[in-house]
């Protein structure tokens, strides 16, 4: 399978605790991002890298979240300290550099994070 | 943060009808994507349209970005029973993606 892959898949954790996501995206797509979903919403921007750099950040990344790409493949998404209104799907997804292409993101099947 | 508005959000048809969705912004953007989500899994992309007034099909989608940059619709024709799930539009200016709140389809075999 060649598609963007994420785990874990579910992650139940109480509040309070610190929990770590992984994302490895499409291997030719040096794009990276984040969106956090919640449910009956569509997905929301997070966190945006382009190779090893993160490039931007949205306002719904506290200080609590830390995203790290360190050699411009996969991507790791830390939530420290969580707290239940950190309950969600994460999402990843890469998209390729050039050419038209580069704004078709491809998203992963997302971790669901559960806090209780 | 900005969302799109996307409409209707929930449609109960026939299997074999016929299927329009729309989405709506306050702002101009440079590409729109329509996603499938369905449950427990990640959107897919299921068209993406770079030009105003651009018609793109995807063998029973169509969709259209719109003259004024500032919405997209999206038909899917003879519906049938897996067309079920939710339906996302998103708008792109240029990183990241802004999404509607989707459009969830139920097809009645």
């Known amino acids: 399978d060649t598609g963007v892959s994420q785990n874990p898949r579910h992650k139940i954790t109480k509040r309070g605790q610190n929990v770590t996501f992984r994302c490895d995206p499409i291997?030719?797509?040096?794009?990276l991002y984040w969106y956090r979903q919640t449910l009956g919403q569509g997905p929301e921007f997070l966190t945006y890298?382009?190779?090893?750099?993160?490039?931007?950040k949205s306002r719904l990344l506290s200080d609590r979240f830390s995203a790290e790409r360190p050699k411009g493949s996969f991507s790791t998404l830390e939530i420290q300290r969580t707290e239940q209104g950190d309950s969600a799907m994460y999402l990843c997804?890469?998209?390729?550099?050039?050419?038209?292409?580069?704004?078709?993101?491809?998203f992963g099947p997302g971790t669901r994070l559960t806090v209780l | 943060g900005q969302q799109l508005n996307q409409s209707p959000q929930s449609m109960f048809i026939q299997e074999g009808e016929d299927v329009s969705m729309n989405c709506t912004s306050s702002?101009?953007?440079?590409?729109w994507l329509w996603y499938k989500q369905e449950p427990g899994e990640g959107p897919v992309l299921l068209i993406a349209?770079?030009?105003?007034?651009e018609l793109t099909s995807n063998g029973r989608l169509t969709a259209q970005f719109g003259i004024t940059r500032k919405d997209s619709f999206l038909n899917i024709s003879a519906s049938i029973p897996s067309d079920v799930g939710i339906y996302f539009c998103?708008?792109?200016?240029?990183?990241?993606?802004?999404f509607g709140k989707g459009t969830k389809l139920s097809v009645i075999p």
């Open positions: 998103a708008g792109s200016g240029s990183y990241q993606l802004t």
């Open positions: 890298f382009q190779n090893e750099a993160q490039l931007e």
């Open positions: 997804a890469s998209s390729p550099r050039e050419g038209l292409s580069y704004n078709e993101q491809f």
């Open positions: 702002s101009i953007f440079n590409t």
């Open positions: 291997s030719e797509h040096n794009r």
């Open positions: 349209l770079y030009k105003a007034g």
